[in-house]
């Protein structure tokens, strides 16, 4: 039986008169979807026909050609993970390739299945608890507007910003890949004196000197260790984790290229100001070159610098290997040319990144405003 339900904190101003939502749990909402034939492992293709689709978070683990374990029905549908709490909306056919997925659809009479599928993207959907099992989930309270112009309205305005914030994360991709790019050809591979793209300025300049980092800068490992990591702390503390921690105490105040001196990956960070490091890590400071460009070059080789650690309880970086790691060097001015135009690109890559988020906080604002959940109804 439906209830009466209060309306959203936010109305479509056309839909301010209209009512309250009504109530009703999943169970008495959607149609359920027989699952198809499941894709054995020798069925996978690396492209086919069809996608195969499980519990990961891709759209997609894979492709198929086998037409009876497709679903075809010819209209888009809302799959979930039983034990992930992974949601799609699939609009073309698909197969499954794996047990623990849900495939259902809303009544007609009702809903629409894109409204359903925003409603269920609510972070409710964590942290209620449904992440587990579709049998709790299916007892969701689902509080819907009567009128499908209101709920297509709802859909087109969250969709909107979907759309949105899938062109900016690819925005963000293409740029990482730019960056990747550049690395590999603004820079001479090992045992080149030239790297394949130059800068016109620089076409014929001398060939690239190949030195010692030992020879270009100081290398000091820090003195912290991990007690000395505090949550209020002033200034970073770098350790070998990606996450940089907080300290009360400084070591370093300069431009420092910062290296893990253990761990499964070396990549550097760039710092520059006040900064603690733990006794595990190295900070190369007191440049003759151009500090942002012996960062780039680091995180350009840093794969090949694991290559030269030593296997103890996890891999290590001794002082001397990195004194003795060999890097290519052009004139001053060639790797202030190449500084600057890297570290545009990792402007651009943090500014879309911060876009991709406030687009993210702008969606789940909606999600709490537009659309009615179990806290509006205590």
Same mark, same amino acid.
């Given at each position: ?7 959203? %904190?936010?109305?479509? %101003?056309?839909?301010?008169? !209209? ?26 293709? /690396? ?28 209209? +888009? ?53 449904? %992440? ?6 299916? $007892? /969701? ?7 499908? %112009? ?54 014929? !300049? ?25 949550? $209020? ?78 296997? !103890? ?14 890097? +290519?060097? +052009? *004139?001053?001015?060639?790797? $202030? ?30 999600? *709490? ?10």
């Amino acid at each position: 039986m439906n209830k009466h339900s209060v309306v959203p %904190k936010l109305r479509f %101003k056309e839909f301010e008169g !209209s009512g309250d939502w009504c109530d009703k749990i999943l169970e008495e909402l959607i149609v359920l979807v027989k699952p198809q034939q499941k894709i054995t492992s020798n069925e996978y293709l /690396k492209d086919g026909l069809y996608p195969i689709v499980d519990q990961s978070k891709n759209y997609n683990v894979g492709w198929t050609n086998n037409k009876k374990a497709t679903n075809n029905k010819n209209l +888009p549908l809302i799959v979930f993970g039983d034990h992930t709490c992974i949601l799609k909306l699939i609009y073309k056919p698909f197969a499954q390739g794996a047990d623990g997925i849900k495939i259902f659809y809303p009544n007609k009479k009702y809903l629409t299945t894109i409204f359903l599928y925003q409603f269920l993207s609510n972070d409710l959907i964590k942290t209620e608890g449904y %992440k587990r099992h579709f049998k709790i989930l299916r $007892n /969701k309270s689902i509080k819907y507007p009567l009128q499908k %112009k209101e709920q297509n309205k709802i859909a087109k305005c969250l969709t909107s910003i979907d759309e949105l914030i899938s062109a900016t994360t690819q925005k963000v991709e293409q740029l990482e890949n730019h960056k990747r790019y550049l690395l590999q050809n603004l820079l001479p591979q090992e045992g080149q004196k030239r790297p394949r793209i130059r800068f016109k300025e620089f076409e014929g !300049s001398t060939d690239w000197s190949w030195k010692k980092l030992g020879d270009i800068c100081d290398i000091t490992n820090g003195k912290a260790n991990s007690q000395d990591h505090l949550e $209020n702390g002033t200034y970073p503390l770098f350790d070998r984790s990606v996450i940089i921690k907080k300290s009360k105490n400084y070591l370093f105040d300069c431009k420092a290229v910062i290296i893990p001196g253990e761990g499964m990956k070396f990549e550097p960070k760039f710092y520059e100001g006040k900064f603690n490091l733990h006794q595990r890590a190295y900070a190369l400071n007191k440049f003759n070159s151009i500090p942002k460009f012996i960062y780039y070059t680091m995180a350009s080789r840093h794969k090949l610098l694991a290559d030269k650690a030593v296997l !103890s309880t996890l891999l290590s970086l001794r002082k001397p290997i990195i004194e003795k790691f060999e890097i +290519p060097i +052009p *004139q001053k001015q060639e790797q $202030n040319k190449i500084a600057k135009c890297l570290t545009s690109i990792d402007d651009l890559i943090s500014a879309t990144t911060q876009k991709v988020e406030q687009l993210k906080n702008h969606k789940r604002y909606l999600l *709490q405003n537009l659309l009615i959940n179990h806290e509006d109804t205590a």
